[in-house]
Nanobody, 124 residues
Framework: QVQLVESGGGLVQAGGSLRLSCAAS????????MGWFRQAPGKEREFVAV????????YDKESVRDRFTISRDNAKNTVYLQMNSLQPDDTAVYYC?????????????????WGQGTQVTVSS
């Protein structure tokens, strides 16, 4: 059973930064494709970034716009999402997810395991 636990969310002013963490257990992230998604109130869950087990990194350029960086620490079995220059539109619950796919999947349906989410709120 794979478990994912996100942390690092909170309230930040526009222009600020946060680093989200996703700690995995029950599986090693080095053999999983790890994605970050977010869901704002009244909206569908949307793709943010993915780090495949082969090392491929893909961002949703429209929403991220070179402000976010995904990384992983295999020794800690943890994936991170560094978010800079945060804006009110970034307010959402952020989820990490794990997939057995070797491809940089962007659809939530391609992921097998999900964390409980962490709230990010950006004030103007």
């Amino acid at each position: 059973q794979v478990q994912l636990v996100e942390s690092g969310g909170g309230l930040v002013q526009a222009g600020g930064s946060l680093r989200l963490s996703c700690a995995a257990s029950g599986s090693t992230i080095s053999s999983s494709t790890m994605g970050w998604f977010r869901q704002a109130p009244g909206k569908e869950r949307e793709f943010v970034a993915v780090f495949t087990w082969r090392g491929t990194i893909i961002y949703d350029k429209e929403s991220v716009r070179d402000r976010f960086t995904i990384s992983r620490d295999n020794a800690k079995n943890t994936v991170y999402l560094q978010m800079n220059s945060l804006q009110p539109d970034d307010t959402a619950v952020y989820y990490c997810a794990a997939s057995s796919s070797q491809y940089p999947e962007r659809l939530p349906t391609e992921y097998d395991y999900w964390g409980q989410g962490t709230q990010v709120t950006v004030s103007s």
